[in-house]
């Protein structure tokens, strides 16, 4: 956290021209604009907490939806506060999952169908931006950009609708690299275990509509936060602006140069803001703004998410042991 806080600091310092003249919207930002956008970000993250929920239903098996929302929010928080926060994230939920007895292929599935999920629903967002502002994306997006788009959602696509084949093979060849010190047939033996056991896992067609509907809301709801930011500083940039200078930043959150994308984020969206047509200084009060709730908020209800887990692991190690005790009785 405090690297974090760091960071920032360094990063506001070295745009101290732009952000004189920033006092203004931040003084004058109605109050009903914030409940609503840290409303809309509460719902990005039951949004995002919803993809693991029905891609678990897929999976015949049945986790509390509280309790993904909590492991969702700690998660996010732990890769918003270290560099490489990506893979420290995806560790964290994996271990979640695992306390929650989710096996460990299943688990695995899930975090593959998520991450697979939430990328197809970016593109897509991309995708519908473009298509509701034709006008100026006619003069944008080229037909080369749109073959490209085509083929990164067919990819996903297959992705999505052949993810058992996708994990059994990464599962063959992650047991493969780990036994192959044991020797070469030791090693085929324990891929070839790990294959067969991730084979047997089918995910429902329907549960996985529904989570990749879900992870849309989850970009849908970041989103409209931005909007409401770009509203409230009086920025008037096109539809498709917005929607491609989220694109961007939502895939500069996930480089690994700073937590959370923390300065990448903020450059890159603020460059594409006034790129599309935006003026500086409202553009970076409003992303500015925006990073406020999507980032900064999800800090603290990420650690206040990762207490409650404790707490009531906690409990629930009471009652074992008292039910231990008295059996012992």
Do not use: C
């Not at 700690?74 to 979640?96: C, D, E, I, K, Q």
Request: hydrophobic share 55%; glycine share 8%.
């Amino acid at each position: 956290m405090a690297g974090t806080v760091g960071l920032a600091i360094y990063f506001l310092r070295s745009k101290v021209v732009e952000l004189n003249g920033l006092e203004h919207y931040f003084a004058t930002l109605d109050l009903s604009y914030v409940g609503l956008a840290v409303f809309l970000e509460l719902l990005s993250l039951a949004a995002y907490a919803a993809v693991s929920y029905y891609l678990i239903r897929g999976m015949q098996r049945r986790l509390p939806f509280v309790k993904l929302v909590l492991a969702s929010s700690a998660s996010t928080a732990l890769g918003n506060s270290v560099p490489f926060g990506a893979a420290a994230s995806t560790y964290y939920f994996y271990h979640r999952l695992r306390r929650l007895s989710l096996d460990p292929s299943r688990s695995a599935l899930v975090l593959a169908g998520l991450n697979i999920l939430t990328i197809l629903a970016l593109v897509v967002l991309a995708v519908v931006g473009a298509l509701g502002d034709q006008g100026q994306a006619e003069g944008l997006v080229s037909p080369i950009d749109m073959a490209f788009l085509a083929l990164v959602v067919g990819l996903l696509l297959f992705m999505v609708f052949k993810a058992e084949l996708v994990v059994s093979r990464f599962a063959y060849w992650v047991n493969y690299l780990k036994s192959i010190r044991k020797g070469r047939a030791e090693a085929v033996r324990a891929a070839d275990e790990a294959r067969a056991r991730t084979q047997l896992i089918k995910i429902g067609r329907v549960e996985t509509a529904f989570g990749f509907v879900a992870a849309f809301l989850n970009w849908l709801f970041d989103l409209a936060v931005l909007f409401l930011m770009l509203h409230s500083t009086h920025s008037q940039v096109s539809l498709l602006g917005v929607v491609l200078s989220y694109s961007v930043g939502a895939l500069a959150a996930n480089l690994p140069l700073t937590p959370g994308g923390l300065g990448v984020v903020e450059g890159s969206m603020a460059v594409a803001l006034v790129a599309f047509g935006g003026h500086e200084v409202p553009a970076i009060a409003a992303v500015v703004l925006y990073r406020l709730f999507s980032y900064w908020l999800l800090l603290p209800l990420g650690a206040i998410s990762h207490g409650v887990i404790k707490y009531f692991e906690a409990r629930q190690g009471e009652k074992e042991d008292g039910l231990v005790t008295s059996n012992e009785i």
